[in-house]
Every structure is written in structure tokens, then in C-alpha cells.
């Protein structure tokens, strides 16, 4: 069974850092895209940034050029480094993950969701 297990949320400033890290664990025979998404009280989750295995990123555009998504490969791990941090950033963050659990079978595996509050 395959799991993803976020760390780092916690509390900052308007302005301050913060930085997310998810791990799969498990049987895990390759994973495609991973990402993080966000959901704030009352609204929907929505999609901050994901990276393809090939390195390839996407932001939503409401993080651009404050937020950056790695992943190392070999460890099966994806992080968010979350730098100008704003009030409106306040969320439960959730890790993502395409995985090949099975040969040619696949399932998106999400995180069990870290909290981030920014205070202004």
C-alpha cells in the first residue's frame, strides 16, 4: 500500500518562508506527476504546482514567482518552497502523486494534508 506523508506546514508571517515536503512509501514501481494542492476554508482545492518526472513544472498563477516545487527522484520525494508568503496562502496542503504501484497500473495517491497559516 502506497503512502504519501506531507511535513512542514505550521504558522509564519506575511512575508515569511516556509517549506513543504511529502514522501511516498511502499511498493512503489514509478511515479509520474507529483504536485501539491491547497484548500482553504470554504472553497474548493485547487492546484498549486506539480512536476512531471522529467522535472517539468506548473504553477497556478496566484503563486508564481513565490513558490517553488522540487522532487528528488531516487527518494520518491516532492517538496514546496513557499517564500513571500501571504495571508490569502492559508490553507490545508495536500501532496499528490501519480503512482505505478503495479505493473502498468497506476492510481493518484494523495497525503493525508498539512495545515499553513500565514498571519498578517
Known amino acids: 500500500q502506497v503512502q504519501l506523508v506531507e511535513s512542514g506546514g505550521g504558522v509564519a508571517q506575511a512575508g515569511g518562508s516556509l517549506r513543504l515536503a511529502c514522501e511516498a512509501s511502499g511498493f512503489i514501481i514509478s511515479i509520474n506527476d507529483m504536485g501539491w494542492y491547497r484548500q482553504a476554508p470554504g472553497k474548493q482545492r485547487e492546484l498549486v504546482a506539480d512536476i512531471t518526472n522529467s522535472g517539468i513544472t506548473n504553477y497556478a498563477d496566484s503563486v508564481k514567482g513565490r513558490f517553488a516545487i522540487s522532487r528528488d527522484a531516487a527518494k520518491n520525494t516532492v517538496s514546496l518552497q513557499m517564500d513571500s508568503l501571504k495571508p490569502e496562502d492559508t490553507a490545508v496542503y495536500y501532496c499528490?502523486?501519480?503512482?505505478?504501484?503495479?505493473?502498468?497500473?497506476?492510481?493518484?495517491?494523495w497525503g493525508q494534508g498539512t495545515e499553513v497559516t500565514v498571519s498578517s
Open positions: 499528490n502523486a501519480d503512482v505505478e504501484f503495479a505493473y502498468n497500473d497506476y492510481a493518484v495517491i
